[in-house]
RNA sequence: GGGAAAGUAGCUCAGUAGGUAGAGCACCGCCCUUUUAAGGCGAUGGUCGACGGUUCGAGUCCGUCCUCUCUCACCA
């Protein structure tokens, strides 16, 4: 580290150096009327036979420079990509050439100039002023580039999840997939807006937490003097909602689990949900088929994207499966017939644990897991999961065993989450309350939310709710593998 | 939590039998007016992730720990 520090105090020795030739090294604004992007693909406009001109203001971030003595080729990098400047001593005099000629990597800088072609064709600033916009006393991380090529890239990831900055100015891609993430984003708020849904902001800091089976994160109110937890998910608030009669409503936010963390899971992640009145998990799949079809189609002109080496197709519609006939099909297992012991054998022979005392649908939805998720590549509904698994459903009218939900995967995980959602007061009083007596023994069963169970009993309307991690969503129409390259700051360990 | 791999200069990486720590780029000095991974000459720069051990001697061998990556487990 001490070696960065020299580096740093000769930097902040130029700053001084600049100061003393009458220069702020940290000016407060420039008028920019160009972007390096617009100028290569409009070069006509800005150049007509080399003989008459449209002078170009532009600025940006040096990203390379090539000196020769009393002139210099310079790479800068502003929000629309790459321009390189030529830059000579007689066209921009001897103070400022002197200043450029100290000028380093990662300072930022306006100039105005002419565009001409070198030549061997590259499209240049000639510039003839040149402002020193920011001064930069932290080395970038040095990346090279050669017929697009990259060599020694910014590798490292943790240092790019940690200096997300940086990542942003030296490695390729990384700006735009952010974009696209926000694009995705937009994409789906728009459908929703135009089918009528209310978009809302509901609590994280919450007194008590549900909606889901998950660890919470907890922490505390001074004033109030008590503790608050972090939602786990959306669903109780936007309930509430539906009761209040917003009877299409959604909200696209941040909802944390206190759990392990791998390549699919981070503490905080976005989750879309959704409420929609008089409607069940059939327009539910609907819906959720015209999300991920349309935005795939918005962002690519197509409905197949590659992911994981796969071609996935999400042209609707797309399969509908009973959780018990995927049993049957994927791993040859007819579970109706078979007694709770030969279905504990099972979980035991492939390695999975049941929790606390045995419930036979949580055992077949944890056969299911064991034995099916993996095989689900492309996008298929699971529904008719076994009751026992959320008490927040309504059971099928034909086999009360199990309930209207469904589960979508797609590449062999979760994506989406659906209900014709619970609103019986008596039997949600009763599944809210027998579950937080689970709570001993399964730490991941929620308490007793007695302000929704009576906003259940005000009633709620037939509803169909829908919940969609946006953060696998982005995964899927990007193509990255790793959580923690669609999220701008992954929760990191703190350094030593 | 298990397994595997990794951590050496600001960045990207070498470092072979345990014997004074290397390269490219960046940075610093010099030359250079059409370069583009610019080039040439020269110089600086390191607690080899941390701590302990073995040894005359450890980047290298052993142990513990930290961080990250991949993977399995867990996970609505």
Same mark, same amino acid.
């Given at each position: 580290?001490?070696?960065?520090?020299?580096?740093?105090?000769?930097?902040?020795?130029?700053?001084?150096?600049?100061?003393?030739?009458?220069?702020?090294?940290?000016?407060?604004?420039?008028?920019?009327?160009?972007?390096?992007?617009?100028?290569?693909?409009?070069?006509?406009?800005?150049?007509?036979?080399?003989?008459?001109?449209?002078?170009?203001?532009?600025?940006?971030?040096?990203?390379?420079?090539?000196?020769?003595?009393?002139?210099?080729?310079?790479?800068?990098?502003?929000?629309?990509?790459?321009?390189?400047?030529?830059?000579?001593?007689?066209?921009?005099?001897?103070?400022?050439?002197?200043?450029?000629?100290?000028?380093?990597?990662?300072?930022?800088?306006?100039?105005?100039?002419?565009?001409?072609?070198?030549?061997?064709?590259?499209? &240049?600033?000639?510039?003839?002023?040149?402002?020193?916009?920011?001064?930069?006393?932290?080395?970038?991380?040095?990346?090279?580039?050669?017929?697009?090529?990259?060599?020694?890239? $910014?590798?490292?990831?943790?240092?790019?999840?940690?200096?997300?900055?940086?990542?942003?100015?030296?490695?390729?891609?990384?700006?735009?997939?952010?974009?696209?993430?926000?694009?995705?984003?937009?994409?789906?708020?728009?459908?929703?807006?135009?089918?009528?849904?209310?978009?809302?902001?509901?609590?994280?800091?919450?007194?008590?937490?549900?909606?889901?089976?998950?660890?919470?994160?907890?922490?505390?109110?001074?004033?109030?003097?008590?503790?608050?937890?972090?939602?786990?998910?959306?669903?109780?608030?936007?309930?509430?909602?539906?009761?209040?009669?917003?009877?299409?409503?959604?909200?696209?936010?941040?909802?944390?689990?206190?759990?392990?963390?791998?390549?699919?899971?981070?503490?905080?992640?976005?989750?879309?949900?959704?409420?929609?009145?008089?409607?069940?998990?059939?327009?539910?799949?609907?819906? &959720?088929?015209?999300?991920?079809?349309?935005?795939?189609?918005?962002?690519?002109?197509?409905?197949?994207?590659?992911?994981?080496?796969?071609?996935?197709?999400?042209?609707?519609?797309?399969?509908?499966?009973?959780?018990?006939?995927?049993?049957?099909?994927?791993?040859?297992?007819?579970?109706?017939?078979?007694?709770?012991?030969?279905?504990?054998?099972?979980?035991?022979?492939?390695?999975?644990?049941?929790?606390?005392?045995?419930?036979?649908?949580?055992?077949?939805?944890?056969?299911?897991?064991?034995?099916?998720?993996?095989?689900?590549?492309?996008?298929? $509904?699971?529904?008719?999961?076994?009751?026992?698994?959320?008490?927040?459903?309504?059971?099928?009218?034909?086999?009360?065993?199990?309930?209207?939900?469904?589960?979508?995967?797609?590449?062999?995980?979760?994506?989406?989450?659906?209900?014709?959602?619970?609103?019986?007061?008596?039997?949600?009083?009763? &599944?809210?309350?027998?579950?937080?007596?689970?709570?001993?023994?399964?730490?991941?069963?929620?308490?007793?939310?007695?302000?929704?169970?009576?906003?259940?009993?005000?009633?709620?309307?037939?509803?169909?709710?829908?919940?969609?991690?946006?953060?696998?969503?982005?995964?899927?129409?990007?193509?990255?593998?790793?959580?923690?390259?669609?999220?701008?700051?992954? &929760?990191?360990?703190?350094?030593?």
């Amino acid at each position: 580290m001490e070696d960065l520090g020299k580096l740093i105090n000769t930097r902040i020795e130029k700053i001084n150096a600049i100061r003393e030739m009458g220069i702020n090294p940290f000016p407060y604004n420039y008028a920019i009327t160009d972007f390096s992007a617009d100028i290569k693909d409009n070069f006509d406009s800005y150049n007509k036979d080399n003989e008459e001109f449209k002078p170009v203001t532009v600025a940006g971030r040096i990203m390379s420079v090539r000196l020769m003595g009393k002139a210099a080729f310079c790479t800068i990098h502003d929000k629309k990509g790459n321009i390189q400047l030529y830059v000579a001593q007689k066209n921009i005099g001897d103070k400022y050439y002197d200043l450029f000629k100290i000028l380093d990597i990662g300072d930022i800088i306006g100039v105005k100039g002419i565009v001409k072609k070198t030549q061997v064709g590259e499209i &240049t600033v000639y510039i003839d002023s040149l402002t020193l916009l920011t001064k930069n006393i932290r080395p970038l991380p040095i990346v090279k580039e050669k017929d697009g090529e990259v060599y020694d890239a $910014f590798h490292d990831k943790e240092l790019r999840y940690r200096n997300r900055h940086l990542d942003l100015i030296v490695t390729h891609g990384v700006k735009e997939l952010f974009e696209k993430r926000t694009r995705i984003i937009k994409i789906v708020k728009r459908i929703l807006d135009i089918k009528g849904f209310l978009e809302v902001e509901t609590p994280i800091l919450l007194p008590i937490y549900g909606g889901a089976n998950a660890g919470p994160f907890t922490t505390y109110h001074n004033t109030l003097d008590m503790l608050l937890y972090l939602r786990i998910s959306i669903e109780p608030y936007l309930k509430r909602l539906i009761v209040g009669g917003i009877d299409r409503v959604y909200e696209i936010g941040k909802c944390f689990r206190n759990e392990g963390m791998d390549r699919t899971h981070n503490p905080e992640f976005t989750m879309l949900e959704l409420y929609q009145s008089y409607a069940d998990y059939n327009d539910m799949m609907d819906l &959720t088929e015209e999300l991920f079809e349309d935005t795939c189609k918005e962002l690519y002109g197509k409905t197949e994207i590659e992911f994981d080496g796969k071609t996935i197709s999400l042209k609707r519609p797309w399969r509908r499966l009973k959780m018990i006939d995927a049993i049957r099909e994927y791993a040859d297992i007819d579970i109706e017939s078979l007694s709770d012991d030969e279905l504990k054998n099972i979980i035991k022979k492939h390695g999975g644990e049941l929790k606390s005392a045995f419930v036979r649908g949580l055992a077949i939805n944890e056969i299911f897991e064991l034995l099916v998720e993996q095989h689900l590549i492309q996008p298929v $509904f699971i529904t008719h999961q076994p009751l026992e698994t959320t008490p927040l459903c309504k059971v099928d009218y034909e086999d009360e065993r199990y309930l209207q939900r469904f589960e979508l995967f797609i590449n062999g995980s979760e994506f989406a989450n659906a209900y014709s959602e619970s609103n019986d007061p008596v039997f949600q009083r009763k &599944t809210l309350y027998d579950q937080s007596l689970r709570k001993e023994a399964d730490t991941e069963a929620s308490p007793m939310d007695e302000n929704f169970v009576q906003a259940i009993e005000t009633g709620m309307p037939p509803t169909g709710g829908l919940g969609v991690g946006i953060d696998r969503m982005v995964m899927l129409l990007t193509g990255e593998r790793s959580i923690r390259d669609v999220l701008l700051f992954p &929760t990191m360990k703190p350094e030593k």
